[in-house]
Structure formats: structure tokens, C-alpha cells
């Protein structure tokens, strides 16, 4: 998973890119971005093995949580661009 921040719009872009050499896991992902403003829960339902999502928030995320609550088998690296 990668993100960016669109400050222009208060956007932030996610990217989710699956590896494995399967077929995709379409199965929805919850995503918690943290901010100085509180937290924002999100749901991301891939379409692909490569799927982009974007969210507004109030301010620059201070961290991006992918599955916070540990409810899906998975590897993750996150990169901030």
C-alpha cells in the first residue's frame, strides 16, 4: 500500500497493489487514517490487483493504518509518497 497527500484538494490518494501470484483477494480492507483532527475510517473494496482509492481529510494523515484491526491474512508495506 502507498499513499499521498493532495493538500490542493485535502485528498489522500491510496494505492493497494497485491503481489501474490493468485488471482486478487476482492475482500473490502478497513483503512483508519489518523490526523491532528481525529480519525477517519474507510473501506476499501479492490477491483484488481491494483486498485486506487481516494478520501478527504481534514490534514495531512500522521499515519495510515491498512487492516487495523489484524482481521485479514496479508503482508503489507506501507510508503508514503
Known sequence: MSWEWV???????ITVNQTQQ???FLDPVP?????SSGTT???????GKSYV???QV???????DF???NTLLK??????R
Open 53 to 55: 482509492k481516494t478520501v
Open 22 to 24: 493468485s488471482d486478487a
Open 67 to 69: 487492516d487495523p484491526k
Open 7 to 13: 493538500p490542493a484538494q485535502h485528498d489522500v490518494k
Open 41 to 47: 475510517n474507510t473501506l476499501i473494496t479492490p477491483t
Open 31 to 35: 483503512i483508519a487514517i489518523t490526523t
Open 58 to 64: 481534514k490534514d495531512r494523515p500522521t499515519k495510515i
Open 75 to 80: 503482508e503489507v508495506s506501507v510508503d508514503e
